[in-house]
């Protein structure tokens, strides 16, 4: 709000307040019957008041701020006059015309702040007293306008009858004429020279320091620093509402992330508790084996031991019958005695033997305990895989494209680079020429993988996925240098990745010798991590996938890479 309307707003104020009015009516008259007393008061009160003003701006310093030649203005008004300065490449103070090479620095002067702040609340009825006419002497009357040549203000009455006989400069109802005339020829200040930030009269025009600037007048150049201040604010609202646009987005992108954590995280702890179940459930199975092969080799053993008691028995019986034909004295009827056979226990087939199998029938099983309890976890893992949408490929390396420097392993899991040639495999369009390196047998074309692979921390090797129709032979036909693979590079235990030729060093050091890879394909993700706790994200290629996927891996200089299991 400018000055004017601020000095009109506090002349409707004075006018809607008649009772006010009244009191200040009988306040002048006493003041008029006191010399001395509270009208000098006030007097110097005006004084102070006008002391206040910033020169550029006639109001109240707002943040006032100091040059180094002592002068005050508010900070908006003297950035802006520097600003329009900055043009000419001088800077010079409005008040003083002191000059700068450089733009003055602005010190914040606290103390006169706190003396207007004093000011303002000392005079808690300032805003609503209004200015009154100045020939009115007897009875106070509002001001409607002030006559700056007259250093005068008037009210209708008095404004009619100075119209007529004199041609002046009216303004707004104020106090401070000092402030709208200029300091040197102490003239209406008319006029607004843009190249020094200041309002001058019409001698600074011919005579002065500003002779030969262009000046505009004060209207004019009020409204073009009002449609200035206004672009400002329409630039301002842009600017704040782009920042609240993205303060907006980043909160939901906040609450998003925290709506899916919280998913996240109920999907993982009903997983646990489905996982501790089958747990619970595979703990039960082999606990179950367990007594049943203890149940059936104990009801076995029962039963061969009643057998045997019944054997021990009938033994028995037949050796007291052969004592008693030991005392026989008759050899008649000791020769008629029948024979007794005595048949040995190693004879019976139920005496617990091997059975030809190899092992003992009254032992556990502890194969068939192994395979209950590794198939149970094996269902375990299965489950938590699909639940997670991940799938454990089973990786198998191709030997007819492997390198004849490459030497695969014979369950074809890994690749080890060798001096000497691997004889018996002939030259086919498959088969890498240029570089030791070789593909997996099978392609990966959807969904989401993750596997694992250990390097022997020798040499140099490359980990990564290829199109299978990647080159066989030439330069562009290594790992990463073309736009058909990518690789992670691993030597003298750094990280560097590799796609098309281009190469990033990452800024890590290898602290693990086994790396993890996942691969997303219609995500068009492939990671690599560090499979340790915590696991650590090493990078990460994005493509839009338009063949199979094969693993593909290089080894150099007696370097070792094994597909884990």
């Not at 900070?75 to 006059?81: E, K, L, P, T």
């Amino acid at each position: 709000m400018s000055v004017c309307h601020t000095l009109q707003r506090r002349g409707m104020a004075v006018r809607r307040c008649p009772d006010r009015m009244v009191k200040m009516m009988r306040r002048s008259t006493s003041e008029e019957a006191s010399p001395g007393g509270p009208g000098c008061e006030g007097m110097a009160s005006a004084d102070l008041r006008a002391e206040l003003d910033c020169s550029i701006c006639l109001s109240l310093y707002t943040a006032p701020v100091s040059l180094r030649c002592g002068h005050n203005f508010c900070r908006f008004c003297i950035v802006s006059a520097l600003d329009a300065q900055e043009a000419a490449g001088v800077y010079s103070c409005p008040d003083c015309r002191a000059e700068y090479p450089e733009r003055p620095a602005l010190e914040k002067n606290r103390k006169l702040g706190n003396i207007v702040e004093r000011f303002l609340s000392a005079r808690p009825d300032m805003e609503e007293t209004g200015i009154f006419c100045t020939y009115c002497i007897r009875s106070p009357v509002p001001a409607v306008k002030s006559c700056l040549q007259c250093d005068n203000s008037l009210c209708d009455d008095h404004l009619m009858a100075h119209n007529k006989t004199m041609d002046h400069i009216l303004t707004e109802p104020t106090r401070s004429f000092v402030n709208k005339k200029c300091s040197l020829h102490k003239k209406v200040l008319e006029y607004y020279c843009p190249q020094d930030a200041a309002c001058v009269c019409a001698f600074c025009c011919l005579v002065g320091e500003h002779r030969g600037h262009q000046v505009e007048l004060l209207d004019e150049a009020s409204e073009k620093k009002k449609k200035k201040l206004e672009k400002y604010l329409d630039e301002g609202n842009l600017q704040k509402a782009e920042i609240q646009a993205r303060v907006q987005n980043l909160q939901d992108r906040q609450r998003n992330i925290q709506e899916k954590t919280s998913d996240k995280r109920n999907i993982i702890k009903k997983l646990f508790m489905d996982i501790k179940k089958q747990m619970k459930m595979a703990e039960k199975k082999v606990l179950s084996e367990i007594s049943r092969q203890e149940e059936k080799i104990v009801s076995q053993i029962s039963d061969l031991i009643k057998k045997l008691e019944i054997e021990e028995d009938e033994l028995s019986r037949k050796m007291r019958h052969v004592e008693e034909m030991c005392h026989v004295t008759d050899p008649i009827r000791l020769l008629q005695e029948s024979d007794i056979t005595v048949c040995g226990h190693g004879d019976d087939e139920d005496t617990g033997g091997d059975g030809g199998e190899g092992r003992s029938e009254d032992d556990l099983d502890e194969v068939l305990i192994s395979l209950t309890l590794l198939r149970s976890m094996r269902d375990i893992v299965t489950n938590v895989t699909s639940e997670l949408g991940l799938h454990v490929p089973d990786i198998l390396l191709d030997e007819d494209t492997a390198n004849i420097y490459v030497k695969i392993s014979e369950d074809l899991k890994t690749a080890t680079r060798t001096e000497e040639e691997e004889h018996g495999r002939p030259i086919s369009p498959g088969r890498f020429l240029n570089y030791a390196q070789v593909l997996s047998r099978c392609g990966l074309s959807s969904g989401r993988h993750y596997w694992e692979v250990a390097w022997n921390q020798m040499g140099r090797c490359d980990i990564g996925l290829s199109y299978p129709s990647i080159d066989k032979d030439g330069d562009l036909s290594g790992s990463g240098e073309n736009d058909k693979s990518w690789c992670l590079t691993l030597e003298d235990a750094e990280y560097s990745v590799l796609h098309d030729s281009v190469k990033e060093t990452l800024h890590s050091k290898l602290t693990c010798p086994t790396l993890g890879v996942f691969l997303d394909y219609e995500a068009g993700h492939l990671s690599f991590f560090e499979p340790r706790y915590p696991i650590k994200h090493l990078h990460t290629f994005t493509a839009t996938f338009t063949e199979p996927l094969h693993v593909l891996l290089y080894v150099e200089d007696e370097a070792s890479v094994t597909i884990l299991s």
